[in-house]
C-alpha cells in the first residue's frame, strides 16, 4: 500500500462574489489545463477558472453553464457539477444526476424534521453532461464547427439506466442514501472520439463500485445536443465498500479518488486501476491503493482530484476546515505518490 505525502499546499483565491456564495467551500471537482484550474462546486450552476501565478492560483473567471448551453431547470437552479474532463480542446463536466433528501436543520420541530426526511425532490439541472469547447483557454459556445453540447431532459444517464439489472432499482433511490449519484468523470480519447468513465459514489453494490464507460458525441440532427454512440457499459470494482468521489487520468490508466457511499467522513483512498485491465469485474488484485488521504470529521472532506505538470496531485475538499480557509479562498494539498510507476 502507497504511502501520502502532503508536501506542500497551494492557495485557491476566489473573488468576493464566490467568496459570499460559498463557491469555495463546495469544491467538488478540478481539472488542470495549462496554467489554469478548472474548478466546479455543487451547489451552482457554474464552472470556474484559477490561473497559477506567483505560487498560488486565483484572477477567478466564472462562467455560466447557461451562457453555452440550455439548461432544463434554466439559469438559477444549481447544477450540483461533481466531475470536469478536459482534453484536447474540449471541457466536459457532469452533474450528480442524483435525487436530493431533505435536510434536516437546527431549531425544526419533530413533526417538520419527519416531513423533510420523507420529501425527496428531483432538479433537473442536475441531470446533465455537457461539452464545452475551449478557445484560447475559454470555453466557447461555437468555435468553427466545434459546438457546446448537453446530454439532458429523457436523453439523460440516469434514465437511461431505467432498465438497468443493476442500478435500475436504486433509481428513485436520493444520492445520500446509497442512491444513484455520479461524483466523477474521465476522459480518454481515441480515434473515435472521446470515451468518458463516470464514477459512482453510490450505488455500492455488496461492496462493489461502479463505473460506466460510456462515448457522447453530437446529435446528428441538433449539434447542440448529445447522445450515445454506443450503448453504455459498466464496469464493478471491489474499492473494499467504499464508493467512488473522483477520477483522473494517468496516462493510459486511472486514478480513483474513493471514499463512503453514505454520509460519513471517511476512508479516503486514492486507488490506481492500471489501463482498463480486467474490465467488467475488477477484483482487489487488479487495483493498487496508492494514497491514504487525511479527512477531518465533519470537515476537510477530500472531493476532487486532478494531476499537474509535474506529476503530482492536487486534491480540493468540500467543508474546508478552519486551518484550511484563508483570507481570500482555501489551501489545495499537493500530494506526492510512492512507488507510482
Known amino acids: 500500500m502507497g504511502g501520502v505525502?502532503?508536501?506542500?499546499?497551494?492557495?485557491?483565491?476566489?473573488?468576493?462574489?464566490?467568496?459570499?456564495?460559498?463557491?469555495?467551500?463546495?469544491?467538488?471537482?478540478?481539472?488542470?489545463?495549462?496554467?489554469?484550474?478548472?474548478?466546479?462546486?455543487?451547489?451552482?450552476?457554474?464552472?470556474?477558472?484559477?490561473?497559477?501565478?506567483?505560487?498560488?492560483?486565483?484572477?477567478?473567471?466564472?462562467?455560466?453553464?447557461?451562457?453555452?448551453?440550455?439548461?432544463?431547470?434554466?439559469?438559477?437552479?444549481?447544477?450540483?457539477?461533481?466531475?470536469l474532463a478536459r482534453t484536447d480542446g474540449w471541457l466536459w463536466a457532469v452533474g450528480s444526476h442524483s435525487l436530493k433528501r431533505?435536510?434536516?436543520?437546527?431549531?425544526?420541530?419533530?413533526?417538520?424534521?419527519?416531513?423533510?426526511?420523507?420529501?425527496?425532490?428531483?432538479?433537473?439541472?442536475?441531470?446533465?453532461?455537457?461539452?464545452?469547447?475551449?478557445?484560447?483557454?475559454?470555453?466557447?459556445?461555437?468555435?468553427?464547427?466545434?459546438?457546446?453540447?448537453?446530454l439532458s431532459g429523457q436523453d439523460n444517464l440516469a434514465d437511461m439506466l431505467?432498465?438497468?439489472?443493476?442500478?435500475?432499482?436504486?433509481?428513485?433511490?436520493?444520492?445520500?442514501?446509497?442512491?444513484?449519484?455520479?461524483?466523477?468523470?474521465?476522459?480518454?480519447?481515441?480515434?473515435?472520439?472521446?470515451?468518458?468513465?463516470?464514477?459512482?459514489?453510490?450505488?455500492?453494490?455488496?461492496?462493489?463500485?461502479?463505473?460506466l464507460e460510456i462515448r457522447p458525441v453530437t446529435h446528428p440532427r441538433d449539434p447542440s445536443r448529445l447522445r450515445l454512440a454506443e450503448p453504455y457499459r459498466t464496469h464493478f470494482l471491489d474499492l473494499d465498500g467504499l464508493g467512488i468521489r473522483d477520477l483522473c487520468p494517468y496516462g493510459d490508466d486511472l486514478l480513483i479518488l474513493t471514499g463512503p457511499s453514505m454520509d460519513l467522513d471517511g476512508p479516503v483512498r486514492v486507488v490506481r486501476w492500471r489501463n482498463g485491465s480486467a474490465g467488467g469485474v475488477v477484483t482487489a488484485l487488479d487495483l493498487e491503493t496508492v494514497a491514504e488521504l487525511p479527512c477531518g470529521r465533519g470537515e476537510d472532506h477530500p472531493e476532487g482530484l486532478a494531476v499537474l505538470?509535474?506529476?503530482?496531485?492536487?486534491?480540493?475538499?468540500?467543508?474546508?476546515?478552519?486551518?484550511?480557509r484563508t483570507a481570500a479562498g482555501v489551501y489545495a494539498d499537493l500530494i506526492r505518490l510512492d512507488r507510482l510507476a
Open 5 to 83: 505525502h502532503v508536501e506542500d499546499r497551494v492557495e485557491l483565491r476566489f473573488h468576493e462574489g464566490a467568496q459570499s456564495a460559498g463557491t469555495h467551500e463546495n469544491l467538488s471537482a478540478i481539472r488542470q489545463d495549462g496554467p489554469y484550474l478548472w474548478i466546479a462546486g455543487d451547489e451552482t450552476a457554474t464552472i470556474e477558472r484559477l490561473t497559477s501565478r506567483d505560487g498560488v492560483y486565483d484572477d477567478q473567471r466564472t462562467f455560466d453553464l447557461a451562457d453555452f448551453v440550455d439548461l432544463p431547470a434554466g439559469r438559477e437552479a444549481e447544477a450540483d457539477i461533481e466531475g
Open 102 to 150: 431533505k435536510r434536516l436543520k437546527p431549531g425544526h420541530s419533530a413533526d417538520k424534521a419527519r416531513r423533510r426526511l420523507a420529501t425527496v425532490v428531483r432538479e433537473e439541472n442536475r441531470f446533465v453532461l455537457l461539452r464545452l469547447p475551449l478557445r484560447d483557454g475559454e470555453p466557447v459556445r461555437e468555435d468553427g464547427r466545434r459546438r457546446a453540447a448537453i
Open 309 to 324: 505538470d509535474d506529476g503530482r496531485l492536487i486534491v480540493v475538499y468540500d467543508s474546508p476546515s478552519p486551518d484550511r
Open 162 to 211: 431505467s432498465g438497468d439489472p443493476h442500478l435500475a432499482p436504486f433509481l428513485k433511490l436520493p444520492g445520500k442514501d446509497n442512491g444513484l449519484d455520479i461524483e466523477g468523470i474521465a476522459a480518454q480519447p481515441d480515434e473515435h472520439g472521446d470515451r468518458l468513465y463516470v464514477g459512482l459514489r453510490g450505488p455500492v453494490l455488496r461492496g462493489w463500485a461502479v463505473l
